[in-house]
T-cell receptor
Framework: NAGVTQTPKFQVLKTGQSMTLQCAQD?????MSWYRQDPGMGLRLIHY???????DQGEVPNGYNVSRSTTEDFPLRLLSAAPSQTSVYFC????????????FGNGTRLTVT | GESVGLHLPTLSVQEGDNSIINCAYS??????FIWYKQESGKGPQFIID?????DKRQGQRVTVLLNKTVKHLSLQIAATQPGDSAVYFC??????????FGKGTRLHILP
């Protein structure tokens, strides 16, 4: 099993550009989530999903969209990138979410200039 | 990468000593708590978890203590090794399905 796979590993965007960070898991986990990690800020929850067709906002959802059309995939979309979105983004999954540990991908490092 | 650790509180421990990493959580309704370890350039990895109906749980070389009265969680690592050097995060979960992380502590092992 590959676990949680994030692509790309690195990305540089110009302000105003759009892009999608991809996340896929092969563990048949119901729960998936996106975090961003900034120096000294820990991991902050952007969006999460408790199952296919269901998404909800986390602590810092502004500027990001998500969808969950399949159990396996949970893409994160930046519609108009801003320098404040420069960060490391982590996708995670777990069998049930709130009562089981998260499995993390290795992250996408995004720079917005 | 390394920039993740900037501005984090740091705990320096002699190799072979025990380490205690503390965490204050915010939500008294949280009922599931998890400790993660993050090495440079990688995603966080699960270490140990505890539910609110317990106050102590032991794993291999690690123990988690939960004090619900003061909303405090700690991670004890026995006989700290160089491979334990990392950033450690606590996380809390409650009925709204959000899993919220603390800011993290860097553990530095002294030779």
């Amino acid at each position: 099993n590959a676990g949680v796979t994030q692509t790309p590993k690195f990305q540089v965007l110009k302000t105003g550009q759009s892009m999608t960070l991809q996340c896929a898991q092969d563990m048949n986990h119901e729960y998936m989530s996106w975090y961003r990690q900034d120096p000294g800020m820990g991991l902050r929850l952007i969006h999460y999903s408790v199952g296919a067709g269901i998404t909800d906002q986390g602590e810092v959802p502004n500027g990001y969209n998500v969808s969950r059309s399949t159990t396996e995939d949970f893409p994160l979309r930046l519609l108009s990138a801003a320098p404040s979105q420069t960060s490391v983004y982590f996708c995670a999954s777990s069998p049930t979410g709130r009562n089981s540990p998260l499995h993390f991908g290795n992250g996408t490092r995004l720079t917005v200039t | 990468g390394e920039s993740v650790g900037l501005h984090l509180p740091t705990l320096s421990v002699q190799e072979g000593d025990n380490s205690i990493i503390n965490c204050a959580y915010s939500n008294s309704a949280s009922d599931y708590f998890i400790w993660y370890k993050q090495e440079s350039g990688k995603g966080p990895q699960f270490i140990i978890d505890i539910r609110s109906n317990m106050d102590k749980r032991q794993g291999q070389r690690v123990t988690v203590l939960l004090n619900k009265t003061v909303k405090h969680l700690s991670l004890q690592i026995a006989a700290t090794q160089p491979g334990d050097s990392a950033v450690y995060f606590c996380a809390e979960s409650n009925r709204d399905d959000k899993i919220i992380f603390g800011k993290g502590t860097r553990l530095h092992i002294l030779p």
